[in-house]
């Protein structure tokens, strides 16, 4: 029986850990300019919630440096301009090479983040040109109600497959328990019953 809990146990956490977030860098590249982009939460974006950009930039010439950069930030929705920040204004990192800035998707799309650089003096840098396609798929359903009396809370639909599956595994284990349970039962009955 100990076995069969330790199963289901692990079964609800396989099911469960489908839906946690997976962590991810994406890196894009432009001659010998590279930047990996992070977001925070968890890489995730979440329409409705600010969202904090990283940018860690990278020359393979090591000509690159933040101080010489004419640097743009442009999100995009549908190729409609939503946002647009200038990088190294200030930042809030040790690295200088690491702009970092924040933006708050309005609900759940796909978007565009564009990265521009212009050298302030030619020959300082190679100009780049960083295109990422950012999918939001989570929103923030604390900022709002936006339940109608009577409906599911947003938390439960989400993770309503899961509460299926797990519930499923759940019952099928102690159905199973049972009948192992009764055919022991049946069979000591019958050795019960021939000893006598």
């Known amino acids: ?3 069969k809990f330790v199963g289901l146990i692990t079964v609800g ?3 469960f850990s489908l839906a946690l977030p997976a ?3 994406v890196l894009k590249t432009d001659g010998s300019i590279g930047a990996v ?3 925070d939460p968890d890489d995730e974006p979440v329409a409705g919630k600010p ?4 940018l860690e930039i990278k020359d393979v010439q090591g000509k690159f ?3 010489n950069c004419d640097c743009i930030a442009q999100i995009l929705q549908n190729k409609s301009l939503l946002y647009t920040v200038k990088l190294y204004q200030s930042t809030t990192t040790a690295d200088s090479n690491t702009p970092v800035f924040s933006f708050v998707f309005p609900k759940k799309n796909a978007y565009t983040l564009k990265v521009e650089g212009m050298p302030k003096q030619a ?3 190679q100009a780049f040109n960083l295109v990422y396609d950012i999918l939001v798929d989570k929103e923030d359903f604390s900022a709002a109600a936006t339940t109608t009396p009577g409906s599911a809370s947003p938390r439960f639909s989400v993770h309503f497959v899961h509460y299926v599956l797990f519930g499923g595994a759940f019952v099928g284990v102690l159905v199973w328990d049972l009948r ?3 055919k022991l039962r049946r069979t000591q009955e019958k050795n019960n019953q021939k000893i006598e």
């Not at 969202?51 to 990283?54: A, E, G, P, S």
């Open 1 to 3: 029986m100990k076995n």
């Open 13 to 15: 956490f396989v099911i």
């Open 23 to 25: 962590s991810a860098h």
């Open 37 to 39: 982009m992070h977001t």
């Open 51 to 54: 969202t904090l950009f990283f």
């Open 65 to 67: 440096r933040s101080e």
């Open 123 to 125: 020959g300082d840098f």
């Open 180 to 182: 192992e349970k009764r």
